[in-house]
């Protein structure tokens, strides 16, 4: 899709079913058409797309763009590989191959179709299917046919990356082409969905700030602001852009392993914005204790997240699914939505999520 067209947009549910504002698609001729025209947008690399009736439409999975619910072995790939069978909504069947299969934190079984390659988790009926046809499994590996195959974790790839050093991410601001997440303004949905939030004069964190663009926003509504991130030449490049506002305060540390204190229970607001997708992912649930210990009782969470499927490198996949597992022991939702044009940024259509959440 180029940035000419009119976008129009299809959900797909925890349960795999596509929905048109809010309705669950009922007729299977148009559930099947959505689903098998599902496939990566060659224009955007994170937005998958689909057509119905050669209507081009973004699609916004809560979870994967693929649920299985029914899983049986199914014959040989050309390369060789045995092969199973998977059933969607509307009973459209997908192959997939035991080797792509990795698990999530929730003990998921995730893996992607052949050969298109479409993301998918298997509902629990499904995995618990799996489970009884295979000859073993335990925690990293199940035996099938005599085969053995290793089941990675969901985002193994991630591990290496160094996204735990402070030179990778300081090459990356001192190279001469800006990074990809360098908007060199704040997020476009701030100056839009801000005023409706009408919030007092508030003491923000932000955590990964980056050169700064959207603490700068925050700063410039009057807010007293704390910038945080372990690049010094982000640092660098933030206090030399917005040296005009003084209430920003500027804090080059890491923020797992703090050089200079951050007060716990003492932040209004914890902005997030591309720090969450920038760290390793096993840090994630640590970075969700830091939000709730750094914010004061009934503090607020504000944060514009990732929903899509990228493991090997930064911006690093996330799902709606995810979320919520992670936050809602922590936090009571109070604005939950995917952003859409014009709120969404142009490269990033249909994998904003912008959520707005109390701390419980």
Not at 71 to 90: F, H, M, N, R
Not at 109 to 138: D, W
Not at 172 to 195: D, F, M, T
Not at 305 to 332: D, T, V
Request: aromatic share 14%; with cysteine; net charge negative.
């Amino acid at each position: 899709m180029n940035q000419n067209d009119q976008y129009h947009f299809v959900s797909i549910d925890s349960e795999g079913y596509p929905h048109f504002s809010g309705i669950r698609v009922s007729d299977p001729n148009i559930g099947r058409e959505i689903l098998e025209h599902i496939r990566l947008d060659p224009t955007h690399s994170l937005t998958w797309v689909t057509s119905v009736k050669q209507q081009s439409f973004v699609v916004e999975a809560f979870d994967f763009p693929y649920v299985i619910q029914h899983v049986e072995q199914d014959g040989i790939s050309p390369e060789g590989d045995a092969l199973w069978k998977g059933t969607l909504p509307y009973q459209i069947s997908v192959s997939f191959k035991i080797n792509s299969l990795t698990i999530d934190e929730w003990d998921r079984l995730c893996g992607v179709t052949y050969p298109n390659n479409i993301p998918f988790v298997l509902s629990r009926k499904a995995q618990a299917q799996l489970m009884s046809i295979l000859e073993h499994y335990s925690d990293n590996q199940i035996t099938v046919n005599s085969q053995i195959y290793r089941i990675p974790n969901y985002f193994a790839e991630s591990e290496q990356v160094p996204v735990h050093l402070e030179t990778f991410w300081t090459e990356k601001y001192r190279s001469h082409i800006p990074p990809g997440w360098e908007l060199n303004r704040a997020h476009q949905s701030l100056p839009h969905i801000l005023p409706q939030l009408k919030l007092p004069r508030s003491k923000v964190l932000i955590l990964g700030c980056g050169s700064g663009n959207d603490a700068a926003f925050w700063a410039s509504q009057g807010h007293l602001v704390t910038a945080v991130d372990f690049s010094p030449a982000a640092i660098e490049l933030g206090q030399e852009k917005w040296k005009h506002l003084d209430n920003i305060r500027w804090i080059c540390s890491d923020v797992f392993q703090p050089k200079v204190p951050i007060d716990d229970q003492s932040y209004d607001i914890i902005f997030e914005h591309t720090f969450f997708c920038a760290i390793t992912p096993k840090k994630r649930n640590q970075l969700v204790t830091i939000w709730q210990k750094k914010l004061r009782e009934k503090g607020w969470l504000c944060a514009i997240l990732f929903c899509h499927y990228w493991k090997n490198s930064p911006p690093f996949g996330g799902s709606e699914y995810e979320y919520q597992q992670r936050l809602e022991p922590y936090f009571q939702f109070i604005y939950w939505q995917r952003l859409r044009p014009p709120l969404a940024e142009p490269g990033r259509l249909g994998i904003e999520l912008f959520l707005f959440a109390q701390k419980k």
